[in-house]
């Protein structure tokens, strides 16, 4: 007879990296080691217009990005970033900001030690900091704001702006190969020796190990995954990760999660970026809201209460159901910014909502609170159930009003100061 054994639960590993701190003033955040997965987000605004890019790092910031990065490629720009931190220091808002340098970071992190100053992190681009003897040079002055000014560094490598010097390099001595390698392995080699290689350069300089995060990103998925499992074999640092030009809408959605999905199960990743091309009139915060799905899909984080809906299929007749889900989606999730201070712990919940008596009331149930709708042929009643009990049965036009109520008081009564000390 066979043993049977109990199956082995699926969790994604360990990591195993360097941690890094990314401050701004008494803020920390955490990168790497036994920190949470980061989500980072970046603007789409000109830098020089600073109260627009506050504006939308404050939006990117309550939607949970831990980190937010900013072009930073003028004087202007350069000159703008002390008004756009001095803007959300005001608006109390006191998420790090990363610097985003290409081609002209040596001048403008010289020029403009108040910019240096302002920001929490510089993202060097190796390809971009010169060519020739240029190149040491320039990526040695930014250096060397990072060190002047105590600031991390991520060294991202990217597959559209590869260091061409290197890449030939790379291809001279795999044409002297016995068995030349193809170049696709060729390409891979030389963006994981781009970060290491400029990550020893910036050892060399004074940086600590733990003040710099590296990055290779590609966009296509299986090269990504390639990437980075290799990339995680030779080095320690902490590892951003992210798929470049992911794409618009759904393709880009599900290429990301698919990539980074694969990548933080076998623990690789340590803050990641949705790279999604907005789509005419979405929100910027998509990608942060994407990003978070993936780390609480995958059960490494929890940010918003979680809500269980079917499909729906022919047993529904309508789409009330539909809407009622949409509706208890958004409310939670436009609620946690004032939330996730007043109800500690909310960001666990379990709501679902249910399209007939099939499947309701059992996924009801092992909800913290569910409701299940009427299908087609069934009593126009909707049982409500808490706690893996079922308490109310709603009825009439105002069921989604009443299962809102039903939702609040239900969190106030667990997650609310009452409920605190009570426990207390
Ligand atoms: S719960 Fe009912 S309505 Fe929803 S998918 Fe299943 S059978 Fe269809």
Redesign the pocket.
Known sequence: MQTCLPIESAFPKAHHSLQSRVVWGSRVVTVGGDAPVRVQSMTNTDTVDAIGTAIQVKELALAGSEMVRITVNTPEAAAAVPYVREQLDRMGIDVPLIGDFHYNGHRLLTDYPACAQALSKYRINPGNVGKGNKRDTQFGQMIEAALRWNKVVRIGVNWGSLDQELLASLMDENSARSAPWDARQVMYEALITSAIDSAQRAEDMGMRRDQIILSCKVSGVQDLISVYRELAKRTDHALHLGLTEAGMGTKGTVASATALSILLQEGIGDTIRVSLTPQPGEARTQEVVIASEILQALGLRTFVPSVTA???????TSTT?QELAKQIDDFLRAQMPVWREQYPGVEGLRVAV???????PG?SKHADIGISLP?SGEAPAAPVFIDGEKRLTLRGDNIAQEFQVIVENYIEKRFGAHAVAQAS
Do not use: A, D, Q, W
Not at 310 to 316: A, L
């Open positions: 079917c499909p729906g299929c022919g047993r529904t159901f249910m399209g007939c008596i099939v499947n309701g996924e299908g």
